[in-house]
């Protein structure tokens, strides 16, 4: 009977029904696609490793890639947030914002969980500018560059040494600070949705809190997002 090749196409005799290939050389190559058929599915179906199949692993580079972008998205938020705290007057130019952003970056590049990293950087600022406050006479701010400079012992590397207080105080006191982590949610939240009617909703917990100091910090970051740094 007459039948097409299913590797070269061309039309052969074959003796039986079964016959799919015009030779030898075609059946073999036949049975290689068969097994490498069976390969791929298989390591789809198993979990992700390093001996994942290309599929899987450009799954991987797609998640570093969303990331990547969350990174450049949350440096943005955070200059923003920083600004609004420690220098509102200053206006930065375009090439001065690119500099500061670059030096804020490296604050996220071990971070596996963005917006973590990012509640936790917000939480280390308003710690850090209490603390410029307890004793002004003896304390100023950096400036930008200095501040963000991950290698500068005054700057915000530096202040997880305040973080790990705040947490060691939680230990027996599960509420202390709380305002201050509110206060990092709120600024997630807003920067991501830009909900104003979240702004009535955080104003009753701060209120409730007795905390004006950071009801008026987050109300001078949403007004620094939402109308002069657009």
């Known amino acids: 009977m007459e039948k097409f090749c299913e590797i070269c196409g061309r039309r052969f005799n074959a003796q039986t029904e079964s016959v799919r290939c015009c030779k030898q050389s075609c059946s073999s190559k036949l049975g290689w696609l068969n097994a490498r058929s069976k390969n791929v599915k298989k390591e789809q179906d198993q979990p992700q490793s390093e001996n994942a199949s290309p599929l899987s692993r450009l799954k991987i580079i797609k998640g570093d890639l969303l990331n990547s972008i969350k990174r450049v998205t949350r440096t943005k938020d955070l200059l923003n947030f920083s600004q609004s705290i420690f220098w509102p007057d200053l206006d930065f130019s375009e090439e001065k914002e690119l500099e ?15 917006d973590k990293t990012f509640r936790e950087l917000v939480e280390r600022t308003v710690l850090a500018k209490r603390w410029f406050e307890e004793e002004a006479t003896y304390r100023s701010v950096p400036s930008p560059e200095q501040w963000f400079d991950i290698d500068r012992i005054s700057g915000l590397y530096f202040t997880h040494r305040l973080y790990g207080k705040m947490l060691t105080q939680r230990n027996t006191i599960p509420s202390y600070q709380l305002g201050i982590t509110i206060l990092s949610e709120a600024i997630l939240k807003y920067c991501e949705q830009k909900n104003v009617l979240d702004i009535y909703a955080y104003r009753v917990q701060f209120i409730r809190l007795n905390r004006m100091d950071l009801l008026q910090y987050y109300f001078n970051a949403v007004m620094h997002i939402q109308f002069i740094n657009l």
């Open 100 to 114: 500061l952003q670059l030096l804020i970056a490296n604050h996220f590049s071990e971070s596996k969980d963005v």
